[in-house]
């Protein structure tokens, strides 16, 4: 609908034109027709007139109609562009450049009413002025914002809290999210400021919950689950819209927002966090917190495990600690299904993770 209004509105303006433009040319078709013609009038308005804007009038349309759809595509294409550029300037920015320009041209004006009297080229020195000391105004005054506001005793917390959430926003990938345990980690507060979600990841998590596959599913569906859960419980989790169209992987659109936004990215992907560290972005591994957090051993200290399963060396038994790191017992063999001392001989870490390799309290061994 927009569309056919502008095009109508193009198409009178052409027609318009092509009248006003024929009127220009009378002079040259009255030399060239009979003053019969010329003399002749259809309410006070000659026939030579009528004719030449009717004609004028009806090229004017059709030009208008051939050149009306590229002059839509043009306007639209240059309102988006000034809309994209206008929703990225904070308010601050747009009320500062607002009142520069006005600034700007409030000078342009007054310094142009010197060379208004000039031949010929005063008009066009008033036109020249406004143009140029309404951008430089604009221009100064966005640039120079913050001393502007000093000046006036105003800071303006909006940009603040801008920079902050800048430096601390935290985006959140589609792996730890299905994961869930960012959000107990989250809700301990080891995990600061805000958390961004992109739309990029909520669209794959919902295909991964509309899968065919039944772990899939569910696992998708856990996911969209625990965002439910952190969005009701915290005041700083958001939903980002920005998208990239042009690339189709999610971790790729991820790593890109991250560093246009300035955000780190919470993962447990392994890839992931290799990519983004190579492109300059800050990574929060879980994987790296739980490791971190696990509890330290030290050679000779003693364990008290139960055996649950064979090594794949002779003789060996397999304990787990409550945090899931395997326990490598030399000798255990015999004992697994009972609770053994065991004294600790080295600590491996690998990554896939912690192990701890022992031996059983010379005590227990004498007693098997």
């Not at 002749?40 to 109609?65: D, N, P, Q």
């Not at 050149?67 to 809309?83: D, H, K, Q, W």
């Not at 604009?138 to 105003?154: I, N, Y």
């Not at 700083?236 to 169209?245: A, G, P």
Request: glycine fraction near 8%; charged fraction near 20%.
């Amino acid at each position: 609908m927009p569309e056919k209004i502008l095009r109508g509105i193009f198409i009178l303006l052409f027609t318009v034109l092509g009248i006003v433009l024929s009127r220009q040319g009378e002079t040259v078709l009255a030399a060239l027709l009979p003053n019969s013609v010329l003399t002749e009038t259809i309410l006070g308005v000659t026939f030579m007139s009528l004719g030449a804007m009717l004609v004028g009038g009806i090229l004017g349309a059709i030009v208008g109609c051939f050149i009306s759809p590229y002059l839509n595509r043009s306007l639209f294409a240059f309102t988006s562009r000034v809309e994209k550029s206008l929703s990225s300037m904070s308010v601050q920015d747009l009320v500062a450049g607002t009142l520069g320009l006005f600034l700007g041209l409030i000078i342009a004006n007054l310094v142009g009413l010197a060379f208004i009297s000039v031949p010929y080229i005063g008009p066009y020195v008033s036109v020249a002025l406004s143009i140029i000391l309404g951008y430089l105004g604009m221009h100064l005054a966005v640039s120079k914002k913050s001393e502007m506001a000093s000046w006036f005793h105003f800071h303006s917390e909006p940009e603040r809290k801008k920079n902050k959430d800048k430096k601390d926003g935290k985006l959140l990938d589609t792996n730890v999210i299905i994961d869930g345990r960012v959000a107990d980690i989250y809700r301990t507060g080891f995990l600061e400021g805000p958390i961004y979600v992109p739309v990029f990841v909520l669209e794959e998590l919902q295909k991964i919950a509309d899968s065919s596959d039944v772990l899939k599913r569910n696992r998708g569906r856990r996911g969209l689950d625990i965002l439910n859960h952190m969005k009701k419980n915290s005041r700083d989790f958001h939903i980002i819209t920005d998208d990239f169209e042009e690339m189709n992987e999610v971790d790729s659109k991820l790593v890109k927002l991250a560093r246009a936004k300035g955000y780190k990215i919470v993962t447990n992907d392994y890839n992931l966090n290799k990519v983004a560290e190579l492109q300059g972005v800050s990574v929060l591994n879980i994987n790296d917190l739980a490791i971190a957090v696990k509890p330290a051993v030290i050679p000779g200290e003693q364990l008290f495990v139960q055996l649950v399963k064979q090594g794949k060396e002779e003789g060996q038994g397999v304990a787990y600690l409550e945090d899931g790191t395997m326990i490598v017992v030399e000798n255990g063999r015999r004992y697994v299904g009972e609770t053994v001392t065991a004294v600790v001989t080295t600590v491996l870490q690998t990554s896939a993770g912690r192990m701890i390799f022992t031996r059983l309290k010379p005590a227990d061994e004498k007693a098997g």
